[in-house]
């Protein structure tokens, strides 16, 4: 089976789970099944690309390290991408084109062969609607029309796609869901001394990530408990409306920014009282599973996809209701014995969420796209 993935995603991001499905697919399908895969890019900083050069028979353009990287650089190897793509697909005899993400460039050229990852609904649901967020929702709505099959990564976002776009076939959409990115072994971090009690935040914390409701309700408990700690990951620094928040709920001093390595965050979830998830909306939610993988208890919104990867393993609270989460938070900090019990059962939910798995049904579905088209010619 001949594959071509497109050079998207792997121009667009350096590192970011996206990008990083993609390769884990990659490496799987090129190891255990019969396929000849194609990931064609004219310059690339990801980094996950930029580790697996030349260890398979995947080909790629070059791969730049250091470029000058401005609006009409990236304009300009957009459109040079775009072209030189059209070019290949028109050369070779691809049997799948699984496009990246969802510039649908390429559907006409790709008919009866194009395949798309849907990964969430947030544009459409939850974003302001800038220029940006209109074309990036005309892109999606063209290429879910023109995909011969789309992969939803949660049955949440199957069914997103169907509410806002109720003519497309049930049967185009197939859930498949992602595997479990293992973290490195724990390294101390070495730039922080960390608090011996804390709860960790993982991620972005602006918009629908919900941090300033997580804040507002662990605020009562830093005071009362004034040895805990809150750690937020990532994120970027704090931004001035942000310490003015906390400068507002008095718990300036309880809270640490940090920017992790992947080791220092696994040492991170693994000596933390809880990871808590007060998103209102992910497609799927990566960092739950990193938390079960460590055996952190984890709380999060009972919204969108968490539940399905959450299980019986997370406790859940309402996204808008502060005091359903102090409450949540309240129960965890106080039961000794219900934290052993969630990073038990996270240790056991985090099994069924392979990447052998998850490559072994997408080359089901890839199958099924070169058959019927073999049907109908």
Same mark, same amino acid.
């Given at each position: 089976?001949?594959?071509?993935?497109?050079?998207?995603?792997?121009?667009?991001?350096?590192?970011?789970?996206?990008?990083?499905?993609?390769?884990?697919?990659?490496?799987?399908?090129?190891?255990?099944?019969?396929?000849?895969?194609?990931?064609?890019?004219?310059?690339?900083?990801?980094?996950?690309?930029?580790?697996?050069?030349?260890?398979?028979?995947?080909?790629?353009?070059?791969?730049?390290?250091?470029?000058?990287?401005?609006?009409?650089?990236?304009? *300009?190897?957009?459109?040079?991408?775009?072209?030189?793509?059209?070019?290949? =697909?028109? !050369? &070779?005899?691809? %049997? $799948?084109?699984? /496009?990246?993400?969802?510039?649908?460039?390429?559907?006409?050229?790709?008919?009866?062969?194009?395949?798309?990852?849907?990964?969430?609904?947030?544009?459409?649901?939850?974003?302001?609607?800038?220029?940006?967020?209109?074309?990036?929702?005309?892109?999606?709505?063209?290429?879910?029309?023109?995909?011969?099959?789309?992969?939803?990564?949660?049955?949440?976002?199957?069914?997103?796609?169907?509410?806002?776009?109720?003519?497309?076939?049930?049967?185009?959409?197939?859930?498949?869901?992602?595997?479990?990115?293992?973290?490195?072994?724990?390294?101390?971090?070495?730039?922080?001394?960390?608090?011996?009690?804390?709860?960790?935040?993982?991620?972005?914390?602006?918009? *629908?990530?919900?941090?300033?409701?997580?804040?507002?309700?662990?605020?009562? =408990?830093? !005071? &009362?408990?004034? %040895? $805990?700690?809150? /750690?937020?990951?990532?994120?970027?620094?704090?931004?001035?409306?942000?310490?003015?928040?906390?400068?507002?709920?008095?718990?300036?001093?309880?809270?640490?920014?940090?920017?992790?390595?992947?080791?220092?965050?696994?040492?991170?979830?693994?000596?933390?009282?809880?990871?808590?998830?007060?998103?209102?909306?992910?497609?799927?939610?990566?960092?739950?599973?990193?938390?079960?993988?460590?055996?952190?208890?984890?709380?999060?919104?009972?919204?969108?996809?968490?539940?399905?990867?959450?299980?019986?393993?997370?406790?859940?609270?309402?996204?808008?209701?502060?005091?359903?989460?102090?409450?949540?938070?309240?129960?965890?900090?106080?039961?000794?014995?219900?934290?052993?019990?969630?990073?038990?059962?996270?240790?056991?939910?985090?099994?069924?969420?392979?990447?052998?798995?998850?490559?072994?049904?997408?080359?089901?579905?890839?199958?099924?796209?070169?058959?019927?088209?073999?049907?109908?010619?």
């Amino acid at each position: 089976m001949n594959i071509l993935y497109d050079f998207q995603i792997f121009y667009e991001q350096i590192y970011g789970g996206v990008s990083r499905y993609h390769m884990e697919l990659v490496k799987v399908l090129n190891q255990y099944y019969d396929c000849e895969i194609d990931i064609f890019v004219i310059f690339s900083r990801n980094f996950y690309l930029g580790n697996y050069l030349g260890k398979n028979r995947m080909h790629t353009g070059k791969l730049y390290k250091k470029i000058v990287y401005n609006h009409f650089i990236k304009k *300009y190897f957009i459109e040079l991408n775009k072209k030189n793509t059209l070019k290949k =697909i028109e !050369k &070779e005899n691809y %049997d $799948i084109i699984h /496009i990246t993400w969802t510039d649908p460039y390429c559907d006409m050229a790709a008919k009866g062969k194009l395949v798309v990852t849907i990964h969430d609904m947030i544009h459409e649901l939850l974003w302001e609607k800038t220029e940006f967020a209109k074309q990036e929702i005309e892109h999606k709505k063209r290429v879910i029309y023109e995909a011969e099959a789309i992969i939803a990564i949660s049955e949440n976002t199957k069914q997103d796609i169907l509410h806002i776009y109720p003519d497309v076939p049930d049967e185009k959409i197939t859930v498949i869901y992602h595997g479990t990115n293992h973290l490195p072994a724990p390294v101390c971090p070495k730039e922080m001394s960390v608090p011996k009690r804390y709860f960790l935040y993982v991620g972005q914390r602006r918009g *629908y990530k919900n941090a300033s409701l997580f804040l507002d309700a662990v605020s009562g =408990i830093l !005071k &009362e408990q004034r %040895d $805990i700690r809150v /750690i937020l990951v990532g994120g970027g620094s704090l931004l001035k409306e942000e310490i003015e928040e906390l400068r507002r709920l008095d718990i300036r001093d309880f809270v640490i920014q940090y920017n992790a390595s992947d080791g220092e965050l696994a040492y991170l979830y693994e000596n933390a009282i809880c990871f808590i998830y007060p998103t209102k909306y992910e497609g799927f939610g990566f960092p739950v599973l990193e938390a079960f993988d460590h055996g952190c208890p984890v709380i999060c919104t009972n919204s969108s996809s968490l539940p399905e990867v959450g299980g019986n393993a997370a406790l859940y609270f309402e996204p808008d209701n502060v005091q359903d989460l102090k409450d949540k938070i309240n129960h965890v900090l106080s039961d000794e014995n219900l934290r052993r019990q969630c990073a038990a059962a996270g240790r056991e939910r985090v099994k069924l969420f392979d990447w052998n798995k998850t490559a072994n049904e997408t080359y089901g579905l890839y199958k099924k796209v070169m058959n019927r088209r073999i049907i109908n010619l």
